[in-house]
């Protein structure tokens, strides 16, 4: 059993399951956090070129690199400096896309938002079925900020709350207009 979660969560959070099980279950808390979300850009134009099997390989080994730097950052452990592990994760999985990039038959490229706030962060679902999930404006604002690259002509976009207390040398992008607010949100890149 603890092999088979290894697969879905970090080994720190299986063994403070193991040492906590009553921590598996319903609900969750309110956190302090950075969130990454990335999607794979082109995916439907890919899908149209391809067979279904070069799709479904490209796919398995683009979220591969993607998985081995991807979190919720500062939850469901501490996690001190969450907002620089999050852009320095950012930029490595551009990188390992980069080096990916070398070996498929398709180039593709990803898109990564980052974003800083509070979320109630735990187990979501139903009694008998959840997943480990974050929910808030802050979590949304980070998935806006990964549909947002595109457009914005970077493949990385970071929320100003993020940027408050980032140490890397980041970029101002012209301030973009998402979904949901009202007004434009300042962002970054780096």
Same mark, same amino acid.
């Given at each position: ?83 620089? +592990? ?9 990188? =390992? !896309? @980069?080096?990916?990039? *070398? %070996? ?59 940027? +408050? ?9 012209? =301030? !973009? @207009?998402?979904?949901? *607010? %009202? ?8």
């Amino acid at each position: 059993i603890k092999k088979q979660f290894e697969h879905y969560l970090d080994p720190r959070q299986v063994k403070q399951l193991q040492n906590n099980p009553e921590l598996l279950k319903l609900g969750g808390e309110k956190r302090y956090a950075t969130f990454l979300f990335t999607d794979v850009r082109g995916f439907t134009s890919l899908s149209e070129k391809l067979k279904p099997e070069e799709v479904t390989e490209i796919m398995n080994k683009a979220l591969t690199v993607q998985v081995q730097c991807m979190a919720i950052f500062n939850a469901p452990l501490d996690l001190e400096d969450h907002q620089n +592990k999050a852009v320095k994760t950012a930029i490595e999985m551009q990188e =390992a !896309i @980069k080096e990916l990039n *070398k %070996e498929l038959s398709h180039e593709i490229a990803i898109g990564v938002g980052v974003n800083t706030g509070q979320a109630v962060i735990g187990n979501m679902g139903s009694d008998t079925r959840f997943d480990f999930s974050a929910i808030g404006d802050a979590v949304n604002i980070a998935a806006r900020l990964e549909s947002g690259t595109k457009e914005a002509g970077v493949d990385i976009l970071i929320g100003e709350e993020t940027a +408050k207390d980032c140490s890397f040398k980041l970029k101002s992008v012209k =301030a !973009i @207009k998402v979904k949901g *607010k %009202e007004k434009p949100l300042k962002v970054y890149t780096t």
